[in-house]
């Protein structure tokens, strides 16, 4: 049973074009929803992260969306830069304490075209 | 950026040998996690500790990986019998302890079972 499921799997934009990623969940327990950027050959690298308790979260140009009356949240990539090339991935966590495990999502790939 | 350090970086073992793998997490994190990603980009969570007890672990982890957090020492996962759908990336991960905050990655270490 996948409890989160990203989309699309693949992603390709223009140089300064917004790149948005989405993100979808079922367990309504889930309350932390960070997400990943991870290069080839490299570990995920922690871009973002949001709780339940908000509905936007911004850094430079990343967004979080959260809608959590429909399970859903994107991510927005503005002015996107070649170098953002890489898979982003959705992960989740629950109410059951810091040392829960994260679920993750399958991933998008996005190709940042120069 | 994370500190989580992770040695060796590659690894490629024959299939019924074991494999082993180190982690040494962010200072001060008292949690570390296992994940393994496949080629698929699927993670997997296989274990996690805080401080040296095991805190949850999946069957196939218990039943064919032995894994430590020793204090004062790198923790390790190690498969007993490799086998070839082994072959992954296997992730470390560190977390404080406080309920919602991130969770930092190490670069990985890819296991080639041939």
């Known amino acids: 049973q996948q409890q989160v499921r990203q989309s699309p799997q693949s992603l390709t934009v223009w140089e300064g074009e917004t790149a948005i990623l989405n993100c979808s969940y079922e367990?309504?327990?889930?309350?932390?929803f960070p997400w990943y950027q991870q290069f080839p050959g490299e570990g995920p690298a922690l871009l973002i992260s949001?709780?339940?308790?908000?509905d936007k979260k911004e850094d430079g140009r990343f967004t979080i969306f959260f809608n959590k009356r429909e399970k859903k949240l994107s991510l927005h990539i503005t002015d996107s830069q070649p170098g953002d090339s890489a898979t982003y991935f959705c992960?989740?966590?629950?109410?059951?304490?810091?040392?829960?495990?994260?679920?993750f999502g399958s991933g998008t790939k996005v190709i940042v075209l120069p | 950026n994370s500190k989580v350090i992770q040695t060796p970086r590659y690894l490629v073992k024959g299939q019924g040998q074991k494999a082993k793998m180190r982690c040494i997490p962010e200072?001060?994190?008292?949690?570390v996690f296992w994940y393994q990603q496949n080629k698929n980009n699927e993670f997997k969570f296989l274990i996690n500790f805080q401080n040296q007890e095991v805190l949850q672990q999946i069957d196939m982890t218990e039943k064919r990986f032995s894994a430590e957090c020793p204090s004062n020492s790198p923790c390790s996962l190690e498969i007993q019998s490799s086998e070839a759908g082994d072959s992954a990336l296997y992730l470390c991960?560190?977390?404080?302890?406080?309920?919602?905050?991130?969770?930092?990655f190490g670069k990985g270490t890819r296991l080639t079972v041939v």
């Open positions: 200072k001060g994190h008292p949690v």
């Open positions: 992960a989740a966590s629950d109410k059951t304490g810091f040392a829960s495990a994260l679920t």
């Open positions: 949001i709780s339940s308790v908000s």
């Open positions: 367990d309504s327990t889930f309350n932390y």
């Open positions: 991960a560190s977390r404080p302890g406080q309920t919602n905050t991130e969770v930092f």
